[in-house]
């Protein structure tokens, strides 16, 4: 009893000491409140954000990863969003565009094989070769394209947003941005009682008015330009703050020339950027006090949401869900040598944990979205490991064997995982394409279609560890093998029927939005794969083709055509259901469907060979 | 090869031959009406030898019905749905869809000036190259080449004798056709390309080109009665009117993500009396009069609206199909379910 409270409690504190480490150190490396900076409100990507999350997008697009190191020090996305647009110079010097391919390395100049990452001054020496090779790239079609021709042309790709970045509030280089804006007030104010009168000749101007006249010119290009490429937009609708229509501020201060009067955000942005500038914290922190309590006296709940999303940022509850299974995934492999009992019950509970966890990001998602949980790829996979955890706690709950909490820990871990890599593509809630635009449908066909996978991996994990418990080891007995038997029987049974009706409500979605019922599109072809398969397995246990082991050896190969459905359709980019083309991933779905037939094949060996059946 | 010759072949077909030789064919694989047939009484007769209709198996008796049923729909939607579209600009007002993968040789009757006259000839008629004769023209056609798909150019010096009948008259005499390999693809348009003389009386009056590349009409004069000849695509008429008064392209704020398309339609049905304004957008179809017009493609910088038209007469068996295998698998799993936790609580 002792033993035991001393590991659970071990595990607590393991728990909670991953919980507490995992959790960013908070922003503020200097005394400006960069974490109120970055709960502002923006419009980035056609959706209303902090700027917390526009600059994890951005620099995760350009660099892999949501913070960045510079000198040793760690520098919060916000962080860097901030001095590239205050001190634009200073952040052109931060290491931020990953180079992984050695043939661009080289063509750059980066001998050093341990350098990773270039800063934007490194680059600008080879603007002009980059140019020239993407001018080249341009004329080949996507898929014709080699491996250094795509990094080139992600490189300049990411050039581009960084350039669009940075000039999208004030054009880089100003550097007292409260002058810039007043004196191009003052300046027009003094031309004025001019502009009206149109009588006027550039000739009869007096010197000084020339010079006005000027200045306002080019302030107005700048801003002209600043309107054109930014990214960011961060001035609400005056009219109607809920309306998303927000303005740039490039067109924020042009619109001066119109109403004679600037939108109240644009002095307050000004100034607090000349704070960073100048380093006067606390002109910082109030000017940032003043944007936010602007927006939350004009519409409190997309300051709400924006704080949600900054908490949901910070938390980054997956990540944590990820580490938390594969702590599990670890206890579970020491618990077959040493202290079975209390580890797996330690496992047990701790799988609760993460599980809870991973629901709460997953609910986050969805309140923060307004959305059912899957609409992309992305969520599809998050969605995944949720249910297959899901499903393995019920298991576990009959079954009481420990199994189903072991297959539950790596299913959530390698979905999460992937999940992880399709989060580097950008924004993971991204608007909905217009035939996908319907709440109705997403939470029911969607859902129920990715129940529908999540039970089928279930199924094929478990004639995984079938398989390979069976071969390597003696501790599977006959009566183990009925209960996994009957473990994946049901979960079988589960999967036809969810894939089944997740693919009849998809046929019926098709039908009420292209007019036919089926198309043969290669996503819906994947789904009906799905569905005969379980059918298969069903009727062939019942006519007696396959018993225990042909079973397990079915649900593996719906391990295959699971993954095939679920990514291989988007590999092939062919199809009304295809997001985009993924090389990388092509290789993992590669690699996982010659991995589960060699389980396949494995499972095949005479039994006489298995380990289980040698101890008789 | 594309998705809809695809279907075509495999799916909406008895056999499936295999072109051993030019012209011989082979039916080497059974196509999906004969496979659905088949797949049909295979069911049937599951039901019959495993006494799927007593008490106890009702679930599945339901789940099988149901598939039975889908077999039924599928193989009257692969017999009676037609799919057209309607390509309509803005302020434009039609009373027609067309089907852009089949083509007609359209002969129109302007003499009588409330209705116009049209007989059409069927591109599978054409195709077969022989004398078309109707009751009502007073001539015949012969079809003396009929190409599946062509390059047409206009005619100069360099170009040599072709082995393609002379053309005499219209147009076509000024263009050199050039015969191509079909294509298979989804979205290539196949210029089919035909020659045909017309013979009033036993008489040649010429020879025509007709092509899916003239897009205009050609006035032929027979027997002091003037007729248009167009091929183009096939046309289905409908009783009603319909006017596109705005087509709307909406994409998010900062992005080039849609965010919605939507067509405003004014109908005017003349017979029913209905005249009223439709918004046609994404989920969102008009189902009227057995058709279904459901917002498909646009183009000319978001001036012209491309809906896709269906007239399905068995669209309803899916949804009562799978209503009914839906509810035989809830049934076994659910009682699966219940068998279980019974025999977990003892």
Request: hydrophobic content about 45%; overall charge positive; charged content about 15%.
């Amino acid at each position: 009893m002792k033993n035991k409270l001393i590991i659970i409690s071990i595990l607590f504190m393991l728990g909670y000491f991953l919980l507490y480490r995992i959790s960013p150190s908070d922003m503020s490396s200097s005394s400006l409140n960069v974490k109120k900076f970055a709960t502002i409100p923006v419009l980035h990507n056609g959706r209303l954000k902090p700027i917390d999350s526009a600059a994890r997008n951005s620099l995760t697009l350009i660099q892999g990863k949501q913070t960045l190191k510079y000198n040793g020090v760690k520098i919060s996305a916000s962080e860097w969003l901030l001095t590239l647009w205050s001190q634009s110079e200073k952040a052109d010097a931060f290491p931020v565009f990953l180079i992984n391919n050695p043939e661009v390395q080289m063509l750059l100049g980066m001998f050093d094989l341990k350098k990773k990452t270039v800063s934007y001054n490194e680059l600008v020496p080879h603007f002009e070769t980059i140019t020239n090779q993407t001018n080249t790239i341009q004329k080949i079609e996507d898929q014709l394209r080699s491996p250094f021709q795509k990094e080139v042309f992600s490189l300049y790709q990411r050039i581009m947003l960084y350039h669009r970045l940075k000039n999208s509030f004030f054009v880089e280089g100003t550097h007292s941005f409260y002058q810039t804006v007043s004196s191009f007030e003052k300046n027009i104010q003094e031309m004025r009682s001019f502009v009206k009168e149109t009588n006027h000749k550039f000739e009869d101007l007096t010197e000084k008015q020339k010079q006005i006249l000027v200045s306002i010119d080019t302030t107005i290009q700048q801003f002209n330009y600043v309107d054109q490429i930014n990214i960011v937009k961060p001035l609400p609708s005056l009219d109607d703050p809920m309306n998303d229509h927000w303005n740039s501020m490039g067109a924020g201060i042009t619109n001066y020339l119109d109403n004679y009067s600037f939108h109240p955000l644009i002095n307050l942005f000004a100034k607090s950027l000349d704070a960073v500038n100048h380093n006067q914290p606390e002109l910082f922190n109030k000017s940032i006090e003043r944007i936010l309590a602007y927006h939350e006296l004009r519409a409190p709940r997309v300051t709400r949401f924006a704080k949600g999303e900054l908490l949901f940022n910070e938390v980054q509850f997956f990540m944590k869900s990820i580490i938390l299974y594969f702590c599990i995934f670890l206890l579970l492999c020491i618990s077959w040598l040493r202290w079975p009992a209390h580890l797996t019950k330690a496992g047990f509970y701790l799988l609760l944990i993460a599980f809870g966890i991973h629901t709460m990001g997953l609910l986050f998602r969805i309140i923060l979205q307004g959305r059912p949980p899957v609409t992309n790829l992305y969520s599809s996979a998050i969605f995944i490991g949720w249910v297959s955890v899901g499903l393995g706690i019920i298991l576990e709950r009959y079954y009481k064997n420990k199994i189903a909490v072991f297959l539950s820990a790596v299913l959530g871990f390698i979905t999460l995982i992937i999940a992880h890599n399709l989060s580097l593509s950008g924004d993971t809630m991204e608007m909905m394409q217009a035939v996908l635009d319907s709440n109705f449908w997403l939470s029911t066909h969607v859902v129920t279609v990715t129940i529908g996978y999540s039970s089928t991996y279930v199924a094929g994990f478990i004639g995984l560890f079938y398989v390979f418990r069976g071969l390597l080891s003696s501790s599977l007995t006959q009566n183990d093998q009925k209960e996994l038997y009957r473990m994946a029987y049901g979960i079988v049974c589960f999967s036809l029927l969810f894939s089944f009706v997740g693919t009849i409500l998809g046929g019926i979605w098709a039908d009420q939005s292209w007019g036919r019922f089926w198309g043969w599109d290669p996503k819906e072809n994947g789904a009906l794969m799905i569905v005969l398969w379980n059918a298969i397995i069903l009727h062939a246990r019942l006519s007696g083709i396959i018993r225990i082991r042909g079973f397990m050896l079915c649900a593996i190969f719906g391990n295959i055509l699971t993954s095939f459905s679920w990514f291989g359709v988007n590999i092939l980019g062919v199809g009304l259901h295809s997001y985009g083309f993924m090389d990388k991933a092509f290789f993992w779905l590669l690699l996982f469907i010659v991995t589960q037939f060699v389980a396949i094949s494995l499972g095949l060996i005479s039994k006489k060979y298995w380990k289980s059946e040698l101890i008789k | 090869m594309g998705i809809y010759l695809t279907q075509k072949k495999f799916f909406q077909s008895f056999l499936i031959f295999w072109e051993a030789y030019p012209n011989m064919m082979i039916p080497v694989f059974p196509g999906g009406r004969l496979l659905g047939i088949i797949l049909f009484f295979n069911l049937l007769s599951v039901v019959y030898t495993n006494k799927l209709y007593t008490k106890k198996k009702w679930g599945l008796l339901l789940v099988h019905l149901g598939i039975m049923t889908f077999f039924i729909g599928g193989g009257l939607t692969s017999f009676y749905a037609i799919e057209s579209q309607l390509s309509i600009e803005e302020g434009e007002t039609k009373n027609f869809t067309e089907d852009f993968r089949k083509l007609e040789l359209a002969i129109i009757d302007r003499t009588n000036p409330d209705l116009d006259t049209v007989i059409s000839i069927p591109q599978s008629m054409l195709k077969k190259q022989n004398v078309i004769s109707y009751p009502e023209i007073p001539f015949n056609i012969v079809i003396k080449s009929y190409l599946d798909n062509a390059e047409l150019s206009s005619k100069t010096s360099n170009h040599s004798i072709q082995e393609l009948p002379q053309v005499t008259h219209g147009i076509g005499a000024e263009i050199f056709v050039k015969s191509k390999a079909e294509f298979v693809q989804d979205n290539f348009v196949n210029f089919v390309t035909v020659h045909a003389e017309i013979l009033s009386n036993n008489k040649s009056l010429g020879t025509w080109l007709f092509s899916r590349a003239i897009e205009q009409t050609q006035l032929i004069e027979i027997e002091n009665k003037r007729y248009e000849f167009i091929l183009r695509p096939v046309r289905y008429y409908t009783s009603y009117d319909l006017t596109l008064k705005d087509f709307r392209h909406d994409i998010y704020p900062g992005t080039d993500i849609p965010k919605n398309f939507s067509s405003l339609i004014h109908l005017n049905d003349p017979e029913k009396q209905e005249v009223r304004d439709v918004l046609i957008y994404m989920n969102h179809p008009l189902r009227y009069q057995g058709k279904t017009y459901y917002q498909a493609s646009f183009g000319k910088d978001d001036t012209l609206s491309i809906l896709q038209v269906v007239q399905n007469p068995a669209w309803l068996f899916p949804y009562l199909a799978c209503s009914m295998v839906a509810a035989g698998l809830i049934f076994q799993f659910l009682s699966y379910l219940i068998r279980f936790s019974k025999k977990n609580n003892r």
